[in-house]
């Protein structure tokens, strides 16, 4: 059978045990050209370094959630718990997301996202006072 390179923009790696962040590699196009593809793998990272990711996935999920909210139910803030709720044209979110050993998000009045980092781990676990979410950037002591 004849190699037939990457089509229909799927593609395939098989990695064992190994980290690449931000390499690149050529795939082949659908007209034999060459195009670079990035592949970014996580797995063996640190832990703070997962945490720190999934802060910022989490943050960017629940901004979405609320911007969603608001935009369904003008004049209204949402709480955590009406995002996960079905009322109000939900679910938004099918949990809260959590990290408790990292950081923990909340819902300030008037629908800001707040977020607090872990300042020790105690026990008990002690936050940081929270601050308002503004981007990956709020993930930076996690």
Known sequence: MPNR???SGLLSIAICSIL???FDIGAAGAAGTTRPVNVTLVSHSSKTSRARAACQ???ATVSTAIA???AENPGKFPTMANLISSAYHGPYLQSAPKNPDYYKFSIASHGVLKI???KSLGPPILY???VPFEGPSSC???
């Open 128 to 130: 940081r006072t929270a």
């Open 140 to 142: 930076a002591k996690v």
């Open 5 to 7: 390179g990457i089509s």
């Open 57 to 59: 996935a989490d943050g």
């Open 20 to 22: 690449l962040v931000g």
């Open 68 to 70: 969603a909210y608001k």
């Open 116 to 118: 607090a980092t872990v």
